[in-house]
């Protein structure tokens, strides 16, 4: 089993920026990639962006050049770097693995942007 804690959300003007941690202990040596995702109220949970193993990393178009993923294999940590936010980048943002072992969630932190 994998559990995901994810820290870092709050509240920041527009253009400001955020940085989101996702902490995974258990079994992660299961885990082939991790990704953020996020959701807003009465919309479905979209993919923000994903990192694999080895990684390679993919993002939403409506993130790129805005946000970075990264990992610290040391600290078994994915970030998410998030610069020049805007008001739809509201949500609540998820932490996700997946492997071998199963598809795991983390309990999600709310990113809320002001205009």
């Known amino acids: 089993q994998v559990h995901l804690v994810e820290s870092g959300g709050g509240l920041v003007q527009a253009g400001g920026s955020l940085r989101l941690s996702c902490a995974a202990s258990?079994?992660?040596?299961?885990?082939?990639?991790m990704g953020w995702y996020r959701q807003a109220p009465g919309k479905q949970r979209e993919l923000v962006a994903a990192i694999t193993s080895g990684g390679s990393t993919n993002y939403a178009d409506s993130v790129k050049g805005r946000f970075t993923i990264s990992r610290d294999n040391a600290k078994n940590t994915v970030y998410l770097q998030m610069n020049s936010l805007k008001p739809e980048d509201t949500a609540v943002y998820y932490c996700r693995s997946v492997g071998v072992r199963g598809d795991y969630w983390g309990q999600g932190t709310q990113v809320t942007v002001s205009s």
């Open positions: 258990g079994s992660i040596f299961s885990i082939n990639s």
